[in-house]
């Protein structure tokens, strides 16, 4: 990342950026790991949750399926593809909780949704590059 104005020199070093992308990526898994724990769980405050905002159960069981599997490709090295999915994927997800909890009136969930999306993003802008999807070179 770069200064405004100045094109050589960075806002953070390798180190900063290494922890920033290490402490937002780790607290993201946790959450998501524990929130697909919940789901999948059939926790009481999950099932009621869902169904206050007006969410079919069956919706409970595919999010804390994806939750676990992005949290898990998030943090394991090498698979840039997938964890490009994984973002797009959290994105969508924390996106639509903070609307669905805004609407219902629960501004605490909807800005605690709206956290997780800062941190996604200074996840995904901090990554070291072997932990990004390198596009193939096309042969044209």
Known sequence: MLRK???SAPVIGARGQKIAYRFTTGIMAALSLFAAFSYLSGDPKAVEGFAH????QQLR???GIAK????IVLVIPGFGRLKEWAYAGFTFA???A???HWTAHERGEAIMAGGLL???FVSY???PANRQWQMPARSD
């Open 94 to 96: 924390w996106i639509s």
């Open 118 to 120: 800062v941190f996604l």
């Open 5 to 7: 104005g100045d094109s």
């Open 53 to 56: 905002l007006g969410y079919p």
């Open 125 to 127: 802008m901090t990554r």
């Open 68 to 71: 676990g599997l992005g949290a």
């Open 61 to 63: 069981i595919i999010l």
């Open 98 to 100: 903070a609307i669905a």
